[in-house]
């Protein structure tokens, strides 16, 4: 019989020839085979990464990642393989759209685990964070707080928060001039614009940043960039072993669910009291409309509990606030680089289109202030341009949860010569990662044609034939918010509330880049800006706002 400590020897042996078993499937075994390691792809050492290649920034450096798409198209085709962790560690990428549309339309492909389970620390398991039947059913629930009347009644509130900033910023120019970090100052203005349009909850955050709720999402959101590389792939060291950032991530989900139960708490009240009164609703926020959904229904499989509301409300601050704050920036920044064009977009700003009354009644102000927004040509374009030049998630990754054959459209040269033709499909196998390219997509010379860097808002005029077939009614092929049943559901209102800030703001200034000042990207979970020279300083987009003298206060 053997004594504890032989047991406990054999024991560690055992874990560790495990562990050592492991450790050679992944580095030698499981790559020889691999179906992606015949497909052609850029070489490297056993142990070299290209991932700083895919995601390296691009513009306004067209060396960077733009130029390596290009680069790897023209010796590899369009669909290849590049090393992530290293040469055992293949992943596949492709522009060829067939291959896109498969993979993002297929329920074979879902975000990686460790992507879910780090976005859910923060978020919850909301409709980012879940996948299969859960992430149908939540969609399902949500949708129709995002569609088309819902964002007419959002739209006023955009307006609105767009007064108040312009406000805001008459102060702060009242010597006629001022540089302002445009990007700070609208990041508080959509977290206004999103806490009445998702919660009729005024952080006034454009006012002041001393709002509780409004510093906890800040804080949690911030935090996101920061965490470790180590605790994003090894998760359960945040519960054993929680450090400063993850400590502060809890301290702030406590605020915000206790002040969400309160919320939750008071709106199902107020609609229970205006149901039992036969009175209708006024309310039109998304909290509002998800309880409204919910109680519209007898099945509770087929409602959200209240820890699910919070969750779908936390995912959407943390997914549209600060993306839309981001892409305003960034349009600005391009109207400050091509004052011509901001002179255009000004003139038809200044020069609204008449529009029709709605109805026998008259104008219904609601309809009224979105239709007029869309009534704006140029400013359609500006926003679609912005998008597709500045998208604010630079590329994201799939992972296959079985085998599956990929469909191409575009002839692939394995490296044994074989060539997959047009129709035909390549193989992949179950765990292998596959990275759709947001960026270099948009950026796609065959697609958008030769000035694909250049910022050129009258392309959406006369779109190249390949640009045309959408993914979304009207946005062409821009991947900015994806397609299939992961796209964003919340397009609309990202472009509703960047046509309404630019409506509000571009009238009374103008917008030119400081001298000597040069802006560029830096990829995280979003792609932010920054000075050159001054990347310490943290995410900072400064301009030099002019007041237009007919405007001064």
């Known amino acids: 019989m053997l004594n504890p400590l032989k047991l406990l020897l054999l024991a560690i042996v055992l874990v560790v020839g495990r562990g050592l078993l492991w450790i050679v499937n992944l580095l030698v075994v499981a790559p020889l085979f691999d179906p992606l390691r015949k497909l052609p792809g850029p070489p490297g050492p056993f142990f070299f990464s290209h991932i700083q290649s895919v995601v390296k920034p691009s513009y306004p450096s067209p060396d960077l990642s733009a130029t390596q798409h290009e680069e790897w198209k023209k010796q590899y085709g369009k669909t290849f393989r590049y090393h992530g962790s290293g040469k055992f560690d293949y992943r596949l990428m492709t522009f060829d759209l067939r291959a896109v549309s498969h993979i993002l339309m297929s329920p074979i492909y879902q975000k990686p685990r460790v992507t879910r389970t780090f976005l859910s620390t923060m978020l919850g398991q909301g409709i980012f964070t879940t996948e299969g039947a859960e992430h149908a059913f939540q969609r399902k629930i949500i949708g129709p707080a995002f569609n088309l009347q819902s964002i007419k009644t959002l739209t006023p509130i955009f307006l609105r928060t767009a007064e108040e900033l312009r406000d805001k910023w008459d102060v702060i120019v009242s010597n006629g001039q001022e540089t302002i970090d445009v990007c700070h100052w609208i990041s508080r203005a959509t977290f206004d614009a999103f806490g009445m349009a998702c919660l009729t909850y005024n952080f006034r955050a454009i006012h002041g940043e001393t709002e509780e709720l409004y510093l906890a999402f800040r804080r949690m959101f911030d935090l996101a960039d920061k965490k470790g590389i180590l605790r994003i792939l090894v998760p359960i060291l945040d519960k054993f072993w929680p450090d400063k950032i993850v400590r502060s991530v809890l301290e702030s989900r406590q605020v915000i669910y206790a002040t969400g139960r309160r919320l939750i708490s008071e709106k199902k009240s107020t609609i229970l009291a205006d149901k039992g009164s036969s009175n209708v609703s006024n309310e039109r926020d998304l909290l509002s409309l998800l309880i409204q959904s919910n109680l519209c229904t007898n099945d509770p499989t087929k409602a959200l509990s209240d820890p699910e509301l919070l969750d779908q409300i936390s995912s959407f ?30 003139e038809e700003l200044n020069h609204p289109t008449t529009l029709e009354p709605t109805s026998s009644q008259g104008f219904n102000f ?8 869309e009534s704006f040509s140029l400013l359609d374009s500006v926003v679609r341009e912005t998008l597709r030049l500045a998208p604010p998630v ?18 692939v040269v394995l490296t044994n010569g074989t060539v997959v033709a047009p129709g035909e499909y390549i193989q992949i196998r179950k765990g292998s990662i596959i990275h759709i390219p947001i960026e270099g997509l948009n950026f796609a010379k065959d697609i958008w044609s030769e000035d694909t860097l250049q910022f050129r808002p009258d392309r959406w005029c006369s779109l190249p034939p390949v640009a045309q077939p ?7 092929n ?6 299939g ?22 009238p009374h200034y103008t917008f030119s880049v400081p001298e000597g000042q040069t802006i560029s990207k830096r990829n995280g979970l979003f792609t932010r800006p920054f000075v050159k020279g001054k990347s310490k300083m943290g995410v900072q987009l400064p301009l030099t706002v002019k007041h237009i003298d007919e405007y001064s206060p």
């Open 317 to 346: 601050f943390f997914a549209g606030s600060d993306t839309t704050a981001l892409s305003l920036s960034w349009c600005l920044y391009f109207l400050a680089l091509h004052p011509d064009i901001q002179t255009r977009l000004r």
């Open 366 to 373: 609601e309809d009224r202030a979105y239709d007029m927004l």
């Open 394 to 411: 630079h590329g994201t990754l799939r992972v296959a949860t079985q085998n599956d054959l990929i469909p191409v459209s575009e002839p």
């Open 470 to 476: 959408p993914n979304f009614p009207g946005l062409a």
């Open 478 to 483: 821009l991947m900015t918010f994806s397609f």
């Open 485 to 506: 049943p992961s796209s964003c559901p919340g397009y609309r209102f990202t472009i509703t509330e960047m046509k309404a800030f630019l409506s509000t703001i571009l």
